[in-house]
């Protein structure tokens, strides 16, 4: 099959999903109405809750919600073959991540703005909630850790994408209102940002070499180039988090969102003039992994179905919504952009090699020797390769792919730090300790998790085990909301079928592929990643054990007064 009519079969199919599947979910299940409004949710006091434009909220999920986790899953997933990788990364996509992004921003409007954890509360009380707030917390410290040693990889083996990264600084201002609102605010940021790009071209910045500290000649402690950046990144993160959304997370989002849009368009025209064959088999197997379904699910956390595009929903969209129409194409919108990443990445990778065996030299040796950013790297100079078919020299390519990718990924980090805060903040508030319960505390406790997690990393080589490890919080926890708005359809007496019908699928191919995994690290005595995934098992057990006695509670109910619809 030619790359090309992949990319138009996976366009077609989210186009389709948005305008059948989608408004069935939107007029038949979840019965959106359209002059019901959101804006009335927005909270004068909270810098997160501010009514915005559909297009502004649309590009602000899409790019907070794909994030690396696109690039780095697509990327492993191809190993398995490039037939399992697209089938998930598109129809999973409309089937399962829609629901959850949907389902999720529907079951915040309709609770006044409540959070993951507090709509727990109201089904299964408080070891529900508890249990799930654990576990997106950690969720979100692994994902913005990971994030954070990614970008420092990236700054630093692309020191031409330092300025366009420092850029967004002032982009940020720049589109504090909103391109619809300001179009010379947007003409000013794209004219900062191309220039940004040209003197990154000509004269890129780096910082070489570790930063150590000795004690008489003997060093303590050293600091690696990547953490370095992985600290500025954070850094600019947490002053993000601080202020109002509009003040610079929207901005950045809108600019990751219109920069994914364009290289979409010249990946897109590259691959068509360059007209390369798919050189990867359709299914591939390797010795040292096991069979597609085991760990599919787990290792492509973006792209499909993800936790953090319910972290995202809830945690930021939602609050941001003026009118409730606009949760079908703000929730589609970030579906589509994340599966089109996902795809694009795919297509590259199977594409361009001289013959089978130079792919089977490339995937047979990365699951044992190769670490995470390897990937990345391979898989922005490919995505390139087929850019530069256009006529853009290749240096430039690298570097515009470079930037994107830096982009989503600070677009993931912050929105991951703010909506850390909100956590910490929410639970200090709901136990009631006084003391900490203070905006300054809440990010700074939220940024100094994420802070040692990164540094933890840095200290390691990551690789494919500490990526499992992610996908095993994101997809327990993507579960998890699943089974959450299943019982809140059920208890409103709306068709829950279609949130049970994807987690029937993937919850015991979730558990499955846990436990090979988890099995793997207790033979080879990983005790820091075996301890980690047993507590995401320890809080997913709790949580599911709960839900069941909450459904047979509500079941219970609804059979003693049938006629009666119980309020939600």
């Not at 069935?24 to 804006?39: N, T």
């Not at 989002?253 to 590259?270: D, E, R």
């Not at 409103?492 to 015991?508: D, E, K, M, Q, Y």
Request: proline letters at 4%.
């Amino acid at each position: 099959m030619h790359p090309f009519i992949l990319i138009l079969l996976a366009l077609a199919i989210w186009v389709l999903g948005y305008r059948f599947y989608g408004k069935f979910l939107k007029i038949g299940i979840l019965q959106l109405h359209e002059d019901w409004p959101a804006s009335a949710l927005s909270q004068p006091g909270d810098p997160d809750s501010e009514p915005r434009g559909s297009w502004t909220v649309s590009a602000f999920h899409a790019a907070a919600s794909t994030g690396l986790l696109s690039v780095i899953g697509a990327a492993i997933a191809v190993i398995w073959g490039w037939v399992p990788a697209f089938l998930w990364v598109t129809l999973g996509s409309i089937i399962a991540a829609t629901v959850l992004n949907l389902g999720v921003m529907w079951a915040t409007l309709r609770r006044s703005g409540e959070s993951l954890a507090g709509l727990a509360y109201e089904l299964g009380g408080l070891p529900a909630a508890l249990s799930l707030f654990f576990s997106g917390v950690l969720l979100l410290v692994l994902v913005s850790s990971t994030l954070g040693m990614m970008l420092g990889n990236l700054l630093h083996a692309h020191p031409e994408t330092t300025w366009p990264f420092l850029s967004l600084l002032v982009i940020g201002g720049l589109l504090k209102h909103g391109i619809r609102t300001s179009p010379l605010r947007a003409g000013a940021s794209a004219v900062i940002l191309i220039a940004a790009f040209f003197v990154g071209q000509s004269f890129p910045l780096s910082l070489g070499g570790n930063w150590s500290f000795s004690i008489r000649s003997v060093q303590v402690f050293g600091l690696r180039h990547e953490l370095i950046w992985a600290v500025i990144a954070l850094y600019m993160a947490y002053r993000a988090a601080c202020v109002r959304a509009s003040e610079g997370t929207y901005g950045r989002s809108i600019v990751a969102t219109l920069l994914a849009i364009a290289v979409l368009g010249l990946f897109i025209a590259g691959t068509a003039i360059q007209g390369n064959p798919m050189d990867a088999p359709q299914f591939h197997t390797v010795d040292n992994l096991p069979p597609v379904p085991i760990l599919l699910f787990l290792v492509v956390t973006g792209g499909a179905l993800s936790g953090m595009h319910a972290l995202v929903a809830s945690g930021c969209t939602a609050r941001n919504l003026q009118k409730q129409r606009d949760i079908l194409p703000v929730g589609f919108l970030g579906v589509g952009l994340d599966s089109l990443v996902a795809v694009m990445v795919i297509v590259a990778l199977v594409t361009g090699f001289t013959d089978r065996e130079s792919w089977e030299t490339v995937y047979g040796t990365w699951p044992v020797y190769g670490g995470l950013y390897i990937w990345v790297d391979l898989a922005i100079t490919k995505i390139a390769l087929a850019i530069s078919a256009v006529g853009i020299p290749l240096a430039w390519s690298v570097g515009l792919v470079a930037a994107l990718v830096t982009a989503l990924a600070l677009s993931m980090l912050e929105t991951g730090l703010r909506i850390l805060g909100s956590s910490v903040g929410e639970f200090v508030e709901d136990f009631d300790f006084k003391w900490v319960n203070t905006p300054v505390f809440k990010q700074r406790f939220a940024v100094t998790l994420i802070g040692l997690g990164t540094l933890m990393l840095s200290q390691t080589h990551i690789n494919l085990q500490h990526w499992l490890l992610v996908g095993i919080a994101n997809q327990w926890f993507a579960c998890s909301v699943l089974v959450l708005l299943g019982l809140m359809l059920w208890r409103t007496r709306r068709s829950a079928l279609f949130c049970w019908a994807p987690l029937v699928v993937i919850g015991p191919l979730t558990i499955w592929g846990t436990t090979w995994i988890m099995l793997q690290w207790l033979q080879r005595m990983d005790w820091v990643l075996f301890g980690i995934g047993a507590a995401v098992c320890l809080f997913g057990v709790t949580y599911f054990g709960l839900c069941a006695g909450s459904a047979v509670r509500l079941r219970r109910q609804m059979v003693e007064s049938p006629n009666v619809v119980p309020r939600f």
